[in-house]
């Protein structure tokens, strides 16, 4: 038999984790051949309720479930892994102001990092979901100097999601006809998603809509739909998140499919000009298990100044937590 693949996951007593999990265990993120250990971290108040997730997991009687930890010891988790996903976060209480969000999850994961540099193999592959989910992947990355960098990444493919069925709808065409979507940015209101070198059925978008649809409508329904999922529910888009993070890892270990991309959030490089080790979403492909900033793509000033806002938003974040970079 297979060796399992080694996936840690924080937070996973949570929501977002409850829909997520069932997935990953019966092969949605590394497809179903492939056996899964799942390394499950959570704090000492939620064990109890990690331990009713493992009982559910059981249940499921998953075939290729190799194995099920549940631990509250960071040392514990990370330890023999291939994969982390980042999901616990501390959530936003009231009169709470952005930078004790900001500093408060930043202890976390540079205290998580640091574990991760000790005991984690260097080319474990990482997303990070906890918001600000950008920059605590900036900090986390700069706790693991011993971890490959290129593997430290966060998720924006629930907003890449979230464009591709928007234009769907708007055109009234089906998923699998959009190709080519990007989400530039940060995972905040400041995203910038793009049709501009979208083509449904083979037909450029920017043709098919109106450019004040993109601008004034696309734009901002996408950027504040986790906003409207909260409105609705009462609580955060989970079912829909769990759902990105396994088209996240998938992608990235299974490789795009030839005509498409993805967007993911990576370590800038300094393409399209924005400032180099910044965690920014780019369209990427994927191939053998790494990833690539589709290059040389011709950005409209609109777009571009856009960028550039989302771009300033991160570089105040990572101001805000410069003590612990
Ligand atoms: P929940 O509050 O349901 O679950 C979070 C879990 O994390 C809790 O069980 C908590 O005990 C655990 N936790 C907190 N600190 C921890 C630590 N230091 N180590 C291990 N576990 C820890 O939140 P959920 O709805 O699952 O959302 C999780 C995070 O995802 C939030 O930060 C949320 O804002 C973020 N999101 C990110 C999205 C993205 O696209 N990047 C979209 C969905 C979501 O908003």
């Known amino acids: 038999m297979t060796d399992p693949v080694r996936i840690a996951i924080t937070g996973a007593a949570g929501q977002i984790c409850y829909s997520m999990l069932f997935r990953i265990a019966s092969g949605g993120m590394y497809g179903p051949n492939q056996p899964v250990a799942l390394q499950l971290l959570e704090i000492p108040q939620a064990m109890g309720v990690l331990e009713a997730v493992k009982m559910e997991l059981d249940d499921c009687a998953f075939p290729l479930l190799a194995e099920t930890i549940c631990t509250d010891d960071p040392k514990t988790a990370f330890t023999n892994i291939d994969a982390a996903l980042f999901v616990g976060a501390k959530p936003r209480g009231p009169g709470m102001e952005r930078s004790d969000l900001l500093k408060d999850n930043g202890k976390i994961f540079s205290s998580l990092g640091k574990i991760m540099n000790d005991v ?62 990007v989400i530039w940015g940060n995972h905040s209101t400041t995203q910038v998603p793009d049709i501009s070198y979208c083509n449904v059925a083979g037909k450029a978008a920017a043709g098919m809509v109106d450019e004040a ?113």
């Open 120 to 181: 984690a193999n260097p080319d474990v592959k990482v997303c990070v979901v906890g918001n600000p989910a950008n920059t605590n992947a900036y900090i986390l990355k700069a706790n693991a100097p011993n971890l490959n960098p290129r593997n430290i990444t966060a998720l924006t493919r629930l907003d890449h999601n979230r464009a591709i069925s928007q234009l769907a709808a708007k055109v009234g065409s089906t998923v699998p006809e959009i190709k080519k979507m």
């Open 213 to 325: 649809w993109a601008r004034e409508d696309f734009i901002p329904t996408v950027a504040k739909r986790g906003a409207a999922v909260i409105a609705a529910r009462g609580s955060s888009s989970a079912a829909s998140a769990g759902n990105a993070v396994v088209d996240h890892m998938a992608s990235w270990v299974n490789g795009t499919d030839s005509d498409d991309w993805t967007s993911m959030s990576v370590p800038s490089d300094g393409s399209y000009g924005i400032k180099e080790g910044l965690i920014y979403s780019f369209p990427v492909t994927c191939q053998n298990g790494d990833w690539k900033i589709v290059q040389d793509l011709p950005v409209s000033d609109f777009i571009q100044g856009k960028m550039k806002e989302s771009e300033a938003e991160l570089l105040e974040e990572a101001d805000a937590v410069k003590e612990m970079v």
